[in-house]
């Protein structure tokens, strides 16, 4: 059969920011982007988004409500204001 080689199956037990996830979790609820969290932590934004998506942190910490609603109420506000200019 021989030397089996390559990555192993499955998905890895242990990621690349396990050890910045408390500060990830902070800079999400601070509301800071996440371009600038990657940027913060010296790492791709593609990196953390995946990261975010396979640890499902979002969702866990229900971040992105607040702000999506204030930036609703921020576009209906301006959208209102803009008919008198």
Known sequence: MGIIRGRPK???KNLKLDKQKDKVV???RMG???ASIAK???ISARTLIDYLRRQDL???LNVGCETSVWLDEYITIYDLFACYF
């Open 40 to 42: 913060l932590l010296d």
């Open 26 to 28: 902070e800079h999400l």
């Open 10 to 12: 499955g998905p890895a």
């Open 32 to 34: 800071l982007s996440q």
């Open 58 to 60: 979002k969702a866990k």
